[in-house]
């Protein structure tokens, strides 16, 4: 495979602009077509103005974090590297422009990357079960024959977090399906579904989600991709890649998300929402709460930011035993009292605040009889 060291960025069939391997990072242009008729990408670290950006430093492999926000993590990039493996290809070798120009429409957000060299064939597998089994067998480092190995990549090649995932398409609408992981009971789907069940009876945004049969696991959780919408992509962005901030290393408070919420949003409305969403993840005990699972939608008709729905919302655990997102520097032993003075910081109203509160901890306490 040959290795990519120049790329150009597109938007449907618009040149935002140009990647290019500079000094082991990425630098960005942005094209003067973009510069005149388009919008940031990236706010904070890519305004739009025709200087040649550079990374500061190696958080995102040289990237910015726009840019590694398109490519897969986790179970995604296993697939890849393992799709690598069966072409005989040396993953050390592909650089990250590379893997960016192997990105299949299936990716996240709206972002197109050329030349493109992912010479995809759509799989024919759309047996949950079976892709699940698939999955299983990738996870275990068990053989798996070449055409099972394709069908998978070419449905979850290009998928971010730890849990295996596909894509699959419900009536003309594209939904992505969560497996169990190695670390996952059966009963993950399940749970995942009724902890998106109690986001809805506390007030949050969720996309669409339901729970499909299974033979072999309790169901598996699916949710309708918000970055799509009438077959158009919508451009995204996380809270990790706008600050630039990688979410393997813990280093951001929920004070970050309600500040980026009011500077891009300029709403009174978005910020409750994100207030409400770290009250849910805290009482829920959602300590995968990193800066990758927040993220922002751009409207192009209307021209601003909102928040995206609320996703990866289930019960979880961390290695440290914290959450990934501290409110007012805790990371764990979070009261009430810290989130009301997170509320207090963004003056949001005591009425406003204790009401949130009050909503979610009643949701909470009657789930008793669900998998929390």
Known sequence: MQKITRADVYIENNLVGTLVEYERKIAFQYSSFWLNSGFSISPFSLPLKPEIFIPKDFDFNGLFGVFDDSLPDGWGRLLTDRYLQSQGIDKREINELTRLCMLSEDSAGCLKYVPHINKRTDSEVDDLDKLFSMAKAILTEKDITEEDLDSIYQRGGSSGGARPKVNMTFDGEMWIVKFPASFDGLNAGVQEYECNKMAVDAGVNVADFKLIKS????????????????????????????????????????????????????????????????????????????????????????????????????????????????????????????????????????????EILSDIRKVVSQSKNRII
């Open 215 to 354: 033979s072999q696991t309790k169901g598996f959780f699916a949710t309708k991709r918000f970055d799509r919408r009438d077959n158009t992509r919508i451009h995204m962005i996380s809270l990790s890649g706008l600050l630039e901030s990688s979410h393997r290393i813990p280093a951001l408070d929920y004070k970050h998300l309600l500040q980026v919420t009011q500077i891009l949003t300029q709403s009174e409305k978005e910020i409750i929402e994100a207030f409400r969403r770290a009250c849910f993840n805290i009482f829920i005990s959602n300590q995968d709460d990193h800066g990758k699972n927040f993220a922002f939608l751009f409207d192009g008709d209307e021209r601003k930011w909102y928040l995206s729905p609320a996703y990866d919302l289930t019960k979880s655990t961390t290695s440290f035993g914290e959450h990934s997102t501290t409110v007012m520097g805790k990371g764990r032993n979070i009261t009430e009292d810290d989130l009301r003075r997170l509320a207090d910081e963004f003056e949001i109203s005591e009425r406003v605040r204790n």
